[in-house]
């Protein structure tokens, strides 16, 4: 007697047998009709057409029938909806039952019947069980609010079954609280009205921490869930829900585990980071999550990509758990991935012979894709730690000896990071690399290959054989390595200008006259032209030095780490993004850590060794570039793997107005790509950044000036109206008046004189107006200011009062100052700096904005910026956002960092902004709005 | 939450699906058909799929894939949990979680699912409370079924242990015989490098119990070295005050089989390796090559080795072995290329050996690399991290239970490089 009997089928009509067995009287043969008609059902078979016979047999005492005829409801009410209303009886009966089972089957079952009309009967039959005296009976209840509210969000919220929830909250059977939770915590996602009636409260979460320890671990998971969204009020607060939920790590279940890690990472960001507590709980950290590395692999893996995350926050939690990351060889390869990448993060001057032995065994591993991604690791280590380059490079030419193909090339890609990195150290074996030069059939190698003779032209006596050899077969490569191509045989012909005119000729015409890829066309008549016009400066812009590479790869924007921290456990977390980036429905609350509360002992001591996770490897400060979040070789600057990097463009587009002529071969990686058209036409460049208006001296920056207002209106200046605005010019502020006698007499003597103010604006010269100033005539004056005036802060901020005196009398008024013109032109920060900064600065700073309706991209909002001299530092990508890291300084000497998030498609943008001074904020988010809509 | 479960066989069938909320066309397993077709091994499906509108959450165990499907923000290690636990209670409820039990018990398989979770929210998941629900198979019980002419396979009423502080255990248990048996298991993962040293040495520690107990007995269970614990996770039932406090297990053990408590033993510690292996694998131009193994104990503390089985994995390049143990049988699949030699217990006075010749195929050029060994073993009555139970004792009964605790150290993922 075993259930497959349910699926042996009769040729006779099935649908018709089981219709005759449903309505029999025996019920035995009901049940087992019943029973088929699952079976039928799980199997995917369409058995709808049963419905009235199967409903008809709900009304029963036997537990086990009503069960499956409740579960074939299920699947069927939505279909069969008009007929599904005869259920409703059946239920609120049962909701009456005095077996609490039953009473809470019903209302289980009645809250996944996805039929309104339905719904609405049994509002009165969930408010009762909500109630019920049998907690089992309220559990259930409580999830079948979240079912209703999928169904009918705002007959919920009139019936008032939110208040009927947060009420189960505080109930006293921890199993209700805890299914309580669970369905606010769904409700939340989808419903963001829903928020203020179900917000958390210091009691809340004290009774949810009672409950956390009482309830099932599936309930300990939403507990924890919803105690990591709470933000405490002070550090008390914070360290003493972490004492209560740090017991929690040391459960069974993966999934509490992790939960209770992410509260506790979330709550750290509050307390004094030199506590002993802290210490404590750095030290508890560590065992939990290499416990989770010994569970199944899908567990592991999701562990794996949470502890990515942690240790980019605070490194020293598993610093010396290096070796739980070694891959064993029948780990699956996407645990082996992820083991790689923290292996990486982890590495440092004390343990990277280990590593290196390790990866050095892995490059012989038969999974292609693990070897190539151990390679680019050895590559990494390199990078990363100096002393230990030499070894890596060593082990590097080992593996080039194997010939292994695959091997090979990523070899050759990763030693041009190496050269980049540590110019003039290793060239020496660029021989051993030319050996296998036949064997490179993949783009990104060719390239590599190609960017080092051309690099390393003068070293390599048959450079020009080389590349020659590469032009052949020119027009069948890929636009990756044909650019390179082009980009070294023109080095080469300026190192080596004697013997290879000939082989530079032929790649200029190869580019440019058989070529349809404008890219590359553009290149070559750039190189032809510089090359015929100016040697000179064709030497300067393609051989000029390049910024090295920085060592610390792959690390995730400040900001998303921080929101993803708060995120660890989810889904969020493992694929690196922030949930309204990919889960639909979910209501964009962004989550960010908490504040320190103690923020004046920070200050006090900036950039300890835990605000900043990096400062144990930071070094090189010259180096500039961070490549790529995917790949390490995006950042050649004139390599076109995957472009340069938006921060290096950014570099190079900010230099170029300082110095007139362009100094890095990079430039014309950018020319090339834009098209020369634009280049020569001179207009369509200019929404690039500006890069190009600027070399060519086009078109320059041009502030914007706020149009002129009535500052002193006729009525009140006894004739004399006033108009007027501010701009900035030439790095200096002007005041823009316009003077208009509607009185009956010409006026003489203007003079003008500012009042104290915030920024201590005064003029730098005495008031030029055409004098005498003839009635219903008006004469404008531009009257230079500087700040060296006496400072008193005002109120608002940015007024500035101002007196104006002519023959008539004094008059007195104020005007505002546009935040914009006090921002100069020195206000760009580097790279590194910024970061720095942004760290040092509390995160009880920053704020956020939004900045609505903007009708443009991310290049043309850092144009506009920029003409405005708020600086774009880096531009990055983050899961199809730009993200703009931007900065300014005001002419006292105040810094201001900003992030701008642009989502496409969104003309709403996101503005953080982090700097000392609070006052400020006003001002400048009223600037980037007006810049931004100008 | 969780949406909806698909299993699925090794061949592609999705042979059976469960909705805990709106139907999901079961096409949504083509996306995971595609990742499957992509990975080369079944293991090697990345554990969780995005979908333009939902997410496949899955696990691979015996040889079926368990594939969730959700559409919101859940944490996915909940989902995994609960499927792995989902897999633990039809194997306790069926002997064995495969296709064919599976299909055998269709109607319990859809009961027990829908019992486990309400709307995706997991209801009830602990096995004591299932079984009082949804009696398990049981051949005695059919049989009484078919005479009386009555079904039992659904309990009538509210399962004792749901709502109570302990939901692990019922009340009412009885039995004649009283008994609580515990198995000290540690399982040694390594990774021992070609010139015998060790790269990484760890023990993966377990405490399963087998508690038979009437009534409501309260366990205190003390180690003599509990200072060896820093890294530990419990069952829900472990006081976890008292142990943070006094160094001692305190509990009310479920009723059945279950595990007390997992612990780690990191690299940091000092773990002793048992046996080691010498190897000399070479391949020679010419398609052949030499093999040559010997295993041999280590540090045991007297104990024999015994269940000693050898695992290679041949490179793709290898066509046959030829091989001659000392001891023990030996088989070579020749699809999987992998080597199994089942040497037995290790007598110390003659170490097993196995030697012979590799055949390549011709023209495939000569493996880059020399396969990983994996050893297997057991050593009973010892615990290898020198754990050791000091005292059992009970309070809340009267009777006088029967103790026994066991020793085991076994392999886990102990590997050699060659």
Same mark, same amino acid.
């Given at each position: ?11 006779? @009509? ?96 009645? @809250? ?526 004139d390599m076109d793997l995957g472009g340069p990097t938006p921060f290096q463009q950014q570099q190079m587009y900010q230099q170029m107005p300082q110095q007139s002529q362009p100094q890095q071969s990079g430039v ?62 030439? @790095? ?203 | ?40 091994? *079944? ?8 979908? *333009? ?113 302990? *939901? ?251």
């Amino acid at each position: 007697m075993t259930d497959s009997k349910y699926f042996t089928t009769t040729k006779k @009509g099935e649908i018709f047998e089981l219709k005759a067995e449903l309505n029999s009287d025996k019920k035995e043969k009901k049940k087992e009709a019943v029973k088929k008609v699952i079976a039928s059902m799980t199997v995917g078979k369409d058995v709808s057409a049963l419905f009235t016979d199967v409903v008809n047999c709900m009304q029963t005492e036997n537990l086990e029938l009503k069960k499956l005829v409740y579960l074939y409801l299920m699947n069927y009410a939505k279909s069969q909806s008009d007929t599904a209303i005869i259920s409703v009886n059946t239920f609120v009966k049962d909701c009456e039952d005095s077996n609490p089972l039953i009473r809470a089957l019903a209302v289980r079952t009645m @809250g996944c019947i996805r039929v309104d009309k339905i719904t609405e009967y049994l509002c009165e039959p969930l408010r009762k069980c909500l109630k019920d005296e049998d907690p089992y009976v309220r559990k259930t209840a409580a999830v079948c609010v979240a079912k209703m509210h999928d169904i009918n969000a705002q007959l919920v919220e009139d019936q008032g079954f939110l208040d009927l929830l947060k009420d189960l909250l505080s109930d006293s059977n921890p199993m209700v609280v805890a299914n309580a939770v669970a369905a606010i915590s769904e409700i939340l996602e989808t419903s963001p009205t829903a928020q203020q009636s179900l917000e958390m409260n210091i009691g809340t979460i004290n009774k949810l921490l009672t409950a956390l320890n009482e309830c099932s671990e599936w309930g300990q998971v939403f507990i924890l869930d919803a105690i990591s969204n709470y933000n405490p009020k002070d550090d008390k607060e914070a360290q003493s829900i972490c004492e209560r939920v740090t017991p929690r790590l040391a459960h069974a279940n993966a999934a509490v585990v992790l939960s209770a890690v992410k509260v506790i990472m979330k709550l750290m960001e509050m307390l004094d980071p030199h506590s002993d507590y802290i210490t404590m709980l750095v030290k508890k950290l560590s065992p939990p999550l290499v416990t989770l590395l010994s569970a199944e692999p899908e567990i592991q893996y999701v562990a794996l990509r949470n502890i990515n995350l942690i240790v980019q926050k605070r490194s020293d939690i598993l610093k010396a758990e290096m070796k739980v990351f070694f891959v064993k060889y029948n780990d699956p390869i996407y645990v082996k991935l992820e083991k790689l990448d923290i292996m990486i993060r982890l590495t440092n001057q004390g343990n990277i012979a280990q590593v290196l032995a390790e990866l050095k065994e892995y490059a012989t591993e038969v999974d292609v894709d693990f070897v190539r991604k151990s390679v680019r690791a050895i590559g990494r280590c390199a990078i990363k730690v100096e002393q230990a380059a030499e070894r890596c490079v060593s082990t590097l030419l080992d593996l080039i000896q194997t010939k292994v193909n695959y091997v090979v090339q990523e070899a050759i890609v990763v030693i041009k990071d190496i050269f980049r990195k540590y110019p003039n150290k290793y060239e020496s074996i660029i021989a051993t690399l030319c050996e296998n030069l036949d064997t490179l059939d993949e783009p990104e190698a060719r390239a590599s290959m190609i960017w080092i003779i051309g690099e390393y032209a003068e070293r390599i006596d048959n450079a020009d054989e080389l590349l020659e050899s590469f032009l052949e077969g020119f027009q069948d490569e890929n636009t990756q390595v044909q650019l390179q191509l082009l980009t070294a045989i023109v080095k080469l012909f300026l190192k080596r200008p004697t013997d290879t005119q000939e082989l530079v000729q032929q790649v200029l015409s190869l580019a440019t006259q058989d070529s349809d890829n404008p890219d590359l066309r553009d290149r070559g008549y750039i190189y032809w032209r510089l090359l015929s016009t100016d040697p000179a400066a064709a030497k300067e812009v393609v051989l000029a030095e390049k910024p090295l590479i920085s060592e610390e790869t792959d690390l995730l924007e400040p900001t998303l780490l921080d929101e993803l921290i708060c995120h660890i456990s989810s889904l969020a977390s493992v694929y690196h993004k922030p949930p309204n980036a990919f889960v639909e429905g979910k209501a964009s609350l962004r989550r960010s850590l908490p504040p320190r509360s103690q923020s004046d002992s920070m200050d006090a001591q900036p950039a300890s060794s835990l605000e900043s996770p990096t400062s144990n490897v930071s070094s090189a400060p010259q180096a500039t570039v961070i490549p790529g979040a995917d790949s390490l070789i995006g950042d050649l600057l004139d390599m076109d793997l995957g472009g340069p990097t938006p921060f290096q463009q950014q570099q190079m587009y900010q230099q170029m107005p300082q110095q007139s002529q362009p100094q890095q071969s990079g430039v014309v990686d950018f020319l090339g790509g834009e098209g020369l058209d634009s280049l020569l036409g001179g207009g369509g460049g200019m929404d690039s950044l500006g890069g190009l208006g600027d070399i060519f001296g086009a078109a320059s920056s041009n502030s914007y000036v706020p149009p002129a207002e009535v500052w002193l209106p006729a009525s009140k200046g006894k004739g004399l109206e006033i108009n007027g605005t501010f701009a900035r010019k030439n @790095g200096q502020i002007f005041m823009e008046l316009t003077f208009t006698n509607k009185a009956m007499q010409p006026m003489v003597g203007f003079a003008i004189q500012f009042n104290r103010n915030s920024f201590g604006l005064t003029p730098a010269s005495p008031l030029q107006v055409q004098s005498p100033l003839i009635p219903n005539s008006s004469a404008s004056a531009s009257l230079q200011l500087n700040t060296s005036g006496q400072i008193q802060k005002m109120d608002p901020l940015l007024m500035v009062q101002v007196a104006v005196k002519n023959s008539i009398d004094v008059f007195y008024f104020s005007s505002m100052i546009p935040q914009h013109v006090l921002f100069t032109e020195d206000g760009e920060m580097d790279k590194k700096e910024f970061l720095a900064s942004w760290k040092e600065i509390p995160t009880t700073n920053e704020v956020q904005y939004v900045i609505t309706d903007v009708q443009h991209n991310a290049d043309t909002v850092s144009q506009k910026l920029r003409n405005n001299n708020i600086f774009t530092i880096a531009k990055r990508n983050v899961e199809g956002q730009d993200m703009l890291y931007q900065s300014l300084k005001l002419t006292n000497g105040i810094k201001v960092l900003a992030e701008l998030k642009i989502a496409p498609g969104n003309p709403n943008f996101t503005l953080s902004m982090k700097c000392r001074v609070l006052d400020i904020y006003t001002g400048i988010q009223t600037a980037y709005d007006t810049i931004l809509h100008n | 939450m969780i949406h909806s479960l698909f299993i699925i066989n090794n061949t592609g069938d999705v042979f059976m699906e469960k909705h805990w909320r709106s139907v999901i066309n079961k096409s949504i397993c083509d996306y995971f058909f595609e990742a499957q077709s992509k990975a080369t091994n *079944p293991e090697d499906i990345p554990p969780i799929l995005s979908t *333009p509108h939902h997410y496949l959450i899955n696990i691979y165990r015996n040889n079926l894939h368990f594939v969730a499907v959700v559409t919101t923000e859940v944490p996915p290690l909940f989902v995994l949990e609960f499927l792995h636990r989902v897999c633990d209670i039809f194997e306790d409820y069926f002997g064995d979680c495969n296709e064919s039990t599976l299909k055998e018990h269709y109607v319990i398989v859809f009961e027990l699912l829908d019992e486990m979770l309400d709307n995706g929210f997991p209801l009830a998941m602990e096995i004591n409370v299932l079984k009082e629900l949804i009696k398990p198979p049981n051949f005695l019980r059919t049989i009484t079924d078919t005479v009386t002419g009555k079904s039992t396979s659904v309990g009538a009423t509210l399962p004792t242990g749901q709502l109570s502080n302990i *939901p692990w255990r019922r009340t009412g248990v009885k039995y004649t015989n009283n008994e609580a048996y515990f198995d000290v298991i540690e399982e040694i993962d390594a990774i021992i490098d070609k010139n015998g040293t060790t790269v990484i040495a760890e023990i993966q520690g377990y405490i399963d119990c087998l508690i038979k107990l009437s009534g409501m007995p309260d366990l205190t269970l003390t180690f003599i070295n509990p200072r060896l614990l820093d890294d530990v996770s419990f069952h829900p039932c472990v006081r976890f005050k008292r142990w943070e406090s006094e160094k001692i297990l305190s509990f009310v053990p479920p009723d059945g089989h279950f595990r007390l408590m997992s612990y780690h033993i990191g690299s940091n510690n000092m773990v002793a390796i048992p046996l080691y292996v010498k190897h000399n694998i070479s391949f020679r131009e010419g398609s052949s090559g030499r093999f040559d193994v010997t295993v041999c104990p280590k540090q045991t503390m007297g104990k024999s080795v015994e269940n000693v089985v050898v695992e290679v994995p041949f490179p793709k390049a290898v066509l046959n072995v030829t091989l001659t143990p000392s001891q023990g049988k030996y088989s070579f699949d020749p699809v999987s290329k992998m080597m199994t030699w089942e040497v037995g217990k290790i007598d110390t006075s003659k170490l097993p050996n196995i030697k012979g010749s590799i055949s390549l195929q011709t023209g495939a050029g000569i493996p880059e690399s020399n396969p990983a060994i994996t050893v297997m073993f057991s050593i009973s009555q010892m615990a290898v991290s020198g754990l050791k139970v000091n005292r059992l004792d009970m309070y809340g009964e009267k009777y006088k239970p029967f103790k026994g605790v066991k020793y085991l150290t076994r392999a886990g993922k102990f590997q050699i490089r060659t």
